[in-house]
């Protein structure tokens, strides 16, 4: 099966610090994609950022960027000038966990932002 | 234009009772997907649908759990003979197509609580 692993289960900064979340993937594919989305208390799941495995340059969005070791099978989100409204699970993400690019999650990092 | 939108938003149901989830994809969107996500199991992958088709009914936990499409639209997962185990958030998601590229959109999910 394939798994994605986030090994921080609640992390905690300071608004306007910058934050690292961890992600690491098994994989035997030499392409694919890998995402980052953000879940609010809303439940609603947010597409944060993505990857693509054969590009080497890393993804950037705004405040958030991505540092993708593809060596390593690890992508990690970086979050710069952290926000109050970054408060969230964030959930790293491959598809091929099940039929046609059903995505695989991992168990999700808590993000919480404080004032 | 309008996002991915689920009906209801909440639903109680006694242990043995059937019920339905529904599930409004962006339109134009051929590609949809449920999710489940619970407290114990994380977000795990149900089924996908191409069109009306399901080619892969394996990651529906299941005989009890059964999902369709019609008009390549909205779509439906139904549970038969609730168990107090099937409590969680259904999630639904619509992408554009197939493809791991391509972005998947998430509704705001049903809770489903079973007593």
Not at chain 1, 78 to 102: E, H, N, V, W
Request: with cysteine; glycine share 10%; net charge neutral.
């Amino acid at each position: 099966a394939q798994t994605v692993t986030q090994s921080q289960p609640e992390m905690s900064v300071q608004e306007a610090e910058t934050v690292t979340l961890s992600c690491t993937y098994d994989t035997s594919e030499s392409n694919y994609y890998l995402f980052w989305y953000k879940q609010p208390p809303s439940r609603q799941m947010i597409l944060v950022i993505r990857q693509e495995a054969y590009k080497q340059q890393n993804a950037t969005e705004n405040r958030f960027s991505v540092n993708f070791q593809k060596a390593a099978k690890s992508f990690s989100l970086k979050i710069s000038d952290s926000q109050l409204g970054d408060t969230a699970m964030y959930f790293c993400a491959r598809p091929g966990g099940g039929g046609a690019d059903g995505l695989t999650f991992g168990k999700g990092t808590h993000l919480i932002i404080q004032p | 234009g309008a996002g991915v939108s689920q009906s209801p938003s909440n639903k109680v149901t006694e242990k043995g009772k059937d019920v339905e989830l529904r599930c409004d994809p962006i339109s134009g969107h051929t590609a949809l997907y449920w999710y489940r996500q619970s407290l114990g199991q994380g977000l795990e992958f149900l089924i996908y649908f191409q069109g009306n088709s399901a080619p892969d009914k394996s990651g529906l936990p299941s005989d009890r759990f059964s999902a369709e499409r019609t008009g390549g639209s909205v779509s439906t997962l139904t549970i038969q003979r609730t168990q107090q185990e099937d409590s969680a958030v259904y999630l639904c998601a619509s992408s554009l197509d197939l493809g791991g590229f391509n972005e998947q959109y998430f509704g705001p999910g049903t809770r489903l609580t079973v007593t």
